[in-house]
């Protein structure tokens, strides 16, 4: 498992989401969980978006 799969696992967990659930999930949840997801893949520079100079310049520890 990778870094990024391991953090997405734990995103999802800590919101109780599932691959069961997702249909009666409340949307305000699948938000939160969509802009997790998208400010990590930013921060990751796969993605572009509201980069902030400086913002990311550091290596990301674990437990960030």
Do not use: F
């Not at 989401?17 to 997801?37: F, G, I, K, S």
């Not at 998208?38 to 520079?45: H, I, K, P, Q, Y």
């Amino acid at each position: 498992m990778t870094d990024l799969e391991g953090w997405l696992a734990a995103q999802a967990r800590a919101l109780g989401l599932n691959a069961q659930n997702v249909e009666y999930t409340d949307p305000e949840v699948l938000r939160a969980y969509c802009v997790l997801v998208l400010s990590e893949l930013t921060a990751r520079g796969v993605l572009t978006g509201q980069e902030r100079p400086g913002c990311y310049a550091a290596a990301r520890e674990g437990t960030n």
